[in-house]
């Protein structure tokens, strides 16, 4: 089944949005608990970007982590270093960008993978219950305006770190997605794609998303735009959330296959499955709305009176 | 059972932090006793008040999860928030209302009985409905009334796409506009008969209504399968 869910404050100061996201996936665990992750967005970039990267199960890790920032070196200019479970958290000052950073650190590595790049984006994944993030990354402490979280059943591929959620929309800084459903054209799509040399790191159709999404803004549509092209572009049963630097959206398959529920206040604008998940993070405010099939949304960070443009 | 006693010898039932099978095992021996019951904290938790074979009233405090009333079979229930997938699924009597909206498939195979929703119902409201009524204050989504055989879907606002696809029997009534018909359906103004008999229903549950319905009905086309119509079977299926 898999359980997604968003949140984005309306409100300038930073809000507990690693916690609400625990709580929310907490509720939705029971649809899934093989993994799970959050993407967590800041408040304001820093002034660095913010790498996770993916470090092989075998070897030394010191070996492989100290072969990474080398690596890193020659595309920017590293900074603090942490591993965490599997995980290496650097962050750059002034660099070549994130596909200049994907060039210099996977170089054909089957088992490194850059996890996401962004000045805003935190994005934490691991395998198990969502109670068990906070043991990869102190998610519970985490404070900005939105955050995209995912707890997953596996259904059609393997249950490890590249196969979890959310996924970062590779190339796109401070873009990822979390995904329930099945794209049921996700071969065909990733054939097209991979005559173009992009490159794929699991068999997750759910990795195709954020692909997509990429590939759509490259050619020059909006983030709105781009989710209502995928309604059409994906065949299957899918309820996708994405979530960018400054917005939070939806778009949800044309026969409204997979649940979804949105509640809107002065304060916040909350997404999940089930609204079960809303009410145990955010209590009884606001009415819950499903919206019907054949549908994108996208929320803009700041108060309701702002324009939802595209 | 918190035991506390309200006015009007209400039972109360709080829902948080307890089984669902606990509540409705409850809410079950309160509606026994003949005492109204209020449940409070539903937290749209799922399968609250199923298959409560008896009357009486059953007040949810907040919105409920899937299935809620379900295989209901005289009560009378009410949501004070939204409800999730699958209301009041093949209820046989009773009235379920729900004072926001309703998730997919709300009033599925129903038999009999009246659910209404004050908001929106999403996709496949009111599918395979085999009697009883489903009154819509707002929109409803893609494929409402899908292969409904019998009973009425009043819809006061818009309906998605596909409405009423392939029903056997029935009458499907819009207030407002249609997106796109389904398969083998007819559109007709309301009769004088219906349109009063609805102007009641609507009424009765205090929901605001369009000026004038218009009815879907069975083209009934599909009732029988005639080689000369292949072209109709093929857009249908």
């Known amino acids: ?310 | 059972m918190s035991g506390a006693s309200a006015p009007a010898g209400e039972r109360i039932v709080d829902a948080s932090e307890r089984p669902i099978r606990e509540v409705n095992r409850d809410i079950r021996v309160a509606l026994a006793d003949g005492a109204p019951v209020v449940v409070r904290n539903p937290g749209a938790r799922h399968n609250l008040g199923v298959a409560l074979l008896g009357e009486g009233s059953v007040r949810f405090d907040g919105s409920v999860g899937y299935y809620c009333a379900g295989m209901s079979d005289g009560a009378t229930i009410h949501v004070g928030g939204s409800a999730g997938w699958g209301l009041a699924e093949g209820m046989l009597t009773g009235t379920v209302v729900v004072d926001g909206n309703a998730g997919n498939s709300a009033a599925a195979s129903i038999r009999g009985g009246t659910v209404v929703v004050r908001g929106d119902c999403a996709a496949r409201a009111g599918i395979a409905m085999k009697g009883g009524r489903l009154l819509v204050g707002g929109n409803a989504g893609y494929m409402t009334a899908f292969m409904m055989q019998k009973g009425i879907v009043a819809i006061a606002g818009d309906a998605g796409d596909a409405l009423a696809d392939s029903m056997y029997e029935g009458t499907v009534f819009v207030g407002g506009e249609i997106a796109s018909l389904g398969n083998d359906t007819v559109v007709e103004p309301a009769t004088d008969a219906e349109q009063a008999e609805l102007e009641a229903a609507f009424a009765q549950f205090a929901l605001a209504r369009p000026p004038r319905f218009r009815r879907i009905v069975a083209g009934r086309k599909l009732w029988n399968f005639e080689k000369h119509e292949l072209e109709t079977w093929r857009a249908a299926l």
């Open chain 1, 1 to 310: 089944m898999c359980g997604i869910a968003g949140y984005l404050s309306r409100r300038d100061e930073p809000q507990p949005v690693g916690r609400i996201l625990l709580d929310m996936l907490t509720s939705l665990a029971r649809r899934g608990p093989d993994s799970a992750g959050v993407a967590l967005f800041r408040t304001e970039p820093a002034h660095r970007e913010t790498c996770w990267i993916r470090l092989p199960e075998s070897g030394d890790a010191a070996a492989h982590e100290r072969r990474i920032v080398a690596d890193l070196a020659i595309v920017g200019d590293v900074g603090a270093i942490e591993r965490r479970h599997g995980l290496l958290r650097v962050e750059l000052g002034p660099n070549d960008g994130p596909a200049a950073i994907r060039r210099a650190v996977e170089r054909g590595d089957e088992e490194i993978e850059v996890v996401s790049v962004g000045r805003q984006l935190e994005l934490i994944k691991q395998v198990g219950h969502p109670d068990e993030l906070s043991g990869t990354y102190p998610v519970e402490d985490f404070r900005g305006t939105h955050a995209i979280g995912h707890t997953r059943l596996s259904t059609e591929s393997r249950v490890d770190l590249t196969h979890s959620q959310p996924f970062w929309a590779r190339g796109v800084a401070d873009l990822a997605t979390v995904h329930n459903g099945h794209i049921t054209n996700y071969h065909k799509l990733r054939r097209m794609y991979e005559q173009r040399g992009v490159r794929f790191f699991s068999e997750n159709d759910s990795e195709i998303i954020g692909v997509y999404l990429a590939d759509q803004l490259d050619r020059g549509l909006s983030l709105e735009q781009a989710l209502e092209a995928s309604l059409d572009d994906f065949d299957g049963s899918f309820t996708y959330l994405v979530a960018n630097g400054e917005s939070i959206g939806y778009a949800r398959d044309p026969f409204a296959l997979k649940p979804l529920v949105t509640v809107e206040t002065d304060d916040y604008v909350a997404i999940a499955n089930e609204e079960v998940a809303i009410r145990a993070a955010l209590g009884t405010a606001g009415v819950a709305h499903e919206p019907s099939g054949h549908v994108f949304r996208l929320w803009r960070r700041g108060p309701i009176a702002a324009p939802a443009a595209a």
